[in-house]
């Protein structure tokens, strides 16, 4: 006979939690008995709609669930625990009184994790209840630093992305230097082959002579032209974009901003590139970001050097072990890097060069675009004779 009684939980303030639901408290008082004398803190209900307030007051650890409760049964109570995002995860045990396969087979679909069939043997269910119980707290645990995991991941991701935007504003300053000078360049010749058409009037206009002054105005514009749609690329905010990408015309298109710096710097760069470099998976922006900060870096590296230059080489790789890679190398013969700095040049902020000359960020972000890109990165160099960098990216990159 139902018991109506005794619907309200009863609870003892010992150990882990277990809320037994069963309509009939006679049947399962034995086992009450036994598991308040096992250490574990009871309490109870003797129907759906009590097990759910249960439930909200005392988060159980566990459920014991009677199968066969008039009104809303066992299965249904199992299903509505499963479809609450709050309790999915609390393990319920059934209770049966015979050992209907059928029965059992519903149990485990629903998201039971045991069956205890009556008449209890109380040994078996102690040992049940420590198993499931140690496995949930296990699994609890795991959650908690599996979203601790998660927060820490987030807060690395968004330190990275400022450490990115700090960089693209410490490049800012390169990228004006760079600009002044390739803008200024054309403009200046502009100016002067025009001035001088302009000096004698109209009437001393020589149709040839002008005609090259013409000319001359056409080539300049439209390299100015050139270097200012490829800046308004790369200055695009854009999410990574990965698509196919020639790494040649990468590096052709890093090179835009440093022309006339080199020359009047008197660098040489020589290139040598492979003509039949596959394509790779990339984004063109990013690894353009990489190459420019290598080409920055070998730049003030051969400050002060007589004859400075710069190699670049792409090669498909051939050795075995990295088959499907191509390999990007920046040769400088600038001042190089000591042995007992080469570990930290890829750490943030790590740098050499006076305050407001460099921000320490150029390297470790362009570490992070390759690793994005499945590759590596490695630096070679001797004090005093020059540095090289290798890249290698692979084939399937983007996969
Ligand atoms: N080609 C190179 N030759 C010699 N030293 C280099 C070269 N490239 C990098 N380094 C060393 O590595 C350090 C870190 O480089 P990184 O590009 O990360 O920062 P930075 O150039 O100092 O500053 P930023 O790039 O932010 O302007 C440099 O300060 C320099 O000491
Ligand atoms: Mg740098």
Redesign the pocket.
């Known amino acids: 006979m139902p018991s109506n009684d005794n619907s309200e939980s009863h609870t003892m303030k010992l150990g882990k939690h277990i809320l037994v639901v069963d309509d009939v408290i006679k049947n399962i008082k034995l086992l009450i008995v036994h598991l308040r004398e096992a250490g574990y803190e009871i309490s109870f209900a003797n129907s759906g709609k009590q097990a759910f307030i249960s439930v909200d007051r005392h988060q159980p650890d566990l459920i014991l669930l009677d199968i066969n409760i008039p009104e809303m049964d066992g299965f249904e109570i199992c299903r509505r625990f499963k479809s609450s995002k709050t309790l999915a995860n609390i393990p319920i045990i059934f209770l049966t009184a015979d050992g209907d396969t059928g029965k059992i087979e519903k149990g485990f679909e629903l998201g039971a994790v045991d069956f205890i069939t009556k008449p209890f043997r109380f040994k078996e269910v102690k040992a049940r209840l420590e198993t499931h119980l140690a496995f949930y707290e296990v699994k609890q645990q795991l959650e908690i630093r599996n979203e601790e995991l998660q927060n820490a991941y987030d807060k690395l991701s968004n330190t990275q992305l400022q450490l990115v935007q700090t960089?693209k504003l410490?490049?800012i300053g390169?990228l004006a230097t760079g600009i002044t000078h390739e803008l200024n360049q054309p403009l200046m010749y502009i100016r002067a082959n025009t001035q001088m058409e302009v000096k004698d009037g109209l009437e001393g206009l020589d149709p040839e002579s002008a005609f090259n002054t013409l000319k001359i105005v056409e080539e300049g514009t439209d390299r100015m032209m050139n270097i200012i749609n490829h800046l308004k690329d790369f200055a695009r905010i854009s999410d990574i974009c990965f698509l196919p990408v020639n790494m040649n015309e990468i590096i052709e298109k890093s090179l835009i901003l440093f022309r006339e710096q080199f020359k009047n710097r008197n660098i040489q760069i020589t290139k040598e590139f492979d003509q039949n470099l596959p394509e790779v998976v990339g984004d063109a922006n990013r690894l353009e970001q990489v190459f420019i900060?290598?080409l920055?870096?070998?730049k003030?590296?051969l400050s002060g050097v007589k004859k400075g230059s710069i190699h670049l080489k792409t090669i498909q790789c051939k050795e075995k072990s990295k088959e499907n890679f191509i390999e990007v190398s920046?040769t400088?013969n600038?001042?190089?890097?000591p042995e007992s700095?080469l570990d930290k040049?890829?750490e943030p902020f790590?740098?050499?060069?006076d305050v407001g000359?460099?921000?320490?960020?150029?390297?470790?972000?362009?570490h992070g675009i390759i690793k994005d890109h499945n590759g590596d990165f490695v630096?070679d160099?001797q004090e005093g004779k020059?540095?090289t960098?290798k890249i290698f990216i692979p084939l399937d990159s983007g996969e």
Do not use: C, P, Q
């Open positions: 960089a410490a490049g390169e900060n290598l920055s870096n070998a003030d590296a920046f400088d600038g001042l190089g890097i700095k040049i890829f790590f740098t050499t060069k000359r460099g921000t320490g960020l150029g390297l470790s972000v362009s630096v160099s020059g540095t960098f």
